[in-house]
């Protein structure tokens, strides 16, 4: 292989591992790679106005495209400004390649500008961190963070680039990833040990998550699910790891308080945990929320979480997918148990009465193509959601998850970036929106045509709710909310904002705009937005 400069290499190996996408955020330590990016013909820069932008794009394709999604950033401001998104890709398990320019080995003694640990930095919001210092590893080095982010666990893997170890010669050449299979299955005599315990209980419940999406195991889980006539519960959930109309369906636990999960998981005598960790609150119970005699099997590629907080009574590290078919064969045949009976349906709302949140919905869900992904980020507004576009079909349905706020519009981006093919709209708040409202500069430049929905009530209403709950837990009187949960004063005028950044918007405060403004919406080529009054 003839010699190149290290951060001509780079693109060499970006190519043979067909990566076509690269979100960034660029810096003066990065001009001569960058330089170099600029000639790669297959490689397109994603440029975000801020590194939370560039994450969270990034973040978005790598969860549709069930590939490495590939970040720039700029030294220790840049790393510093997406560390929030990349720890709501580590929690959610999101396979990102992230790169982060900095000066030079040769300047490590001078503490000069910008200096700073990189690696040390990164480490607790990644799944592996480090740094090149010899231009002959430097393809060695990214074919490993590929392959990191890939394995299960996925999760994101930075990598600091030195400019002056780019600007070096070297002679490796840029060969594909060696990417793992993992797709174990367990032991056929640990299998049928899990089918009868399992089959003994009474009142069994099955808890999942995100591993599911991740392995394809949607129809397998959905199989045990109905021999076993168990009720279904999402834990660290964000994806369509089960039909959220099957009968069996009981909703999610939540990732708030630990009171929550263990009214869920009260009353079951065997519970079957597949594809997540449990649990993911951020006020979890320090006791263990199973019943005292309970029987557990817990199923998942990453062995660090079976029986990480909780014992187990069966724990098998293997892939969800061939683990699942294998504990179906090992059930045995038998008829499909009878699902619980559904809850009683509440009354319908008359249409005058009717919330602006709900009409939006409803009428969307009938107005828009039938292939339609949503991005949720709407939290306390996603029932409507839930209610009339229920998450059915694998790979059209994304929720946040790791806490990080933000990720609704440019995830969506990236979604659409992976998906061309699918309509994509997103739904956020208007708080959680103003992390990454510049993103839709980035859409608008690039010409991503999806499609954005600002639920605007005006304040942090998580904020709201959970201090209620503060507040009983305390026996504190409720009074008036703290004044920071306000966003209006003063209003944020969302579609003036977004025409600024060259999207179009409209504001919707009424019952009779919807039609037309979806109407608009699906008939604009391009990024869309609109403004929701909902309250």
Known sequence: MPARPGKAAIFEQFAADGITYMFGNPGTVEQGFL???????????????????????????????????????????????????????????????????????????????????????????????????DPSSTLRVLRRAVKIAMTPPRGPVVVVLPADVMDELTTEPAVPTSLLDTRSVPAPDALEEAAQLLLAARKPLILMGDGISTSGAQRELTAVAERLGARVWGVNSSEVNFDTTHPLYGGLTGHMFGKDSARVVAGADTVLIVGTYVFPEVFPQLDSPFDENARIVHIDLDGYEIAKNFPVDIGLVADPKLALAGLTKALGPGPRIVPPAPPTPTPVTALDDEPLMDTFVRVLAERSPKDLAVFDEALTCAGALAKYLPPREPGRFFQTRGGSLGVG???????????????VIAFTGDGGSMYTF?????????GIDAKFVICNNGRYRLLDLNIDEYWREQGVPPHAVPDAFDLTRPDIRFSALSGALGVPARRVEKRDQVEEAIRE???????????????
């Open 409 to 423: 519009i440019p995830g969506a981006m990236g979604v659409k970036l992976a998906r061309p093919e699918l309509p």
């Open 35 to 133: 330089d170099e990016g600029s000639r790669a013909g297959d490689l397109s820069y994603v440029l975000g106005l801020h590194e939370g932008v560039a994450v969270g794009m990034a973040d978005g394709y790598a969860r549709a495209a069930q590939r490495p999604g590939l970040v720039q950033l700029h030294s220790g401001v840049g790393l510093g400004n997406g560390i929030g998104m990349l720890y709501q890709a580590k929690r959610g398990g999101s396979p990102l390649v992230v790169l982060v320019g900095e000066a030079g080995v040769r300047y490590d003694a001078l503490d000069g500008q910008m200096a700073a640990d990189l690696v040390a930095m990164a480490e607790p919001v990644t799944k592996y961190a480090t740094r090149v210092v």
């Open 521 to 535: 919406m699906w008939a604009h080529d391009g990024p869309y937005l609109i403004d929701l009054a909902v309250e």
């Open 438 to 446: 510049q993103a839709l500069w980035t859409a608008a430049r690039e």
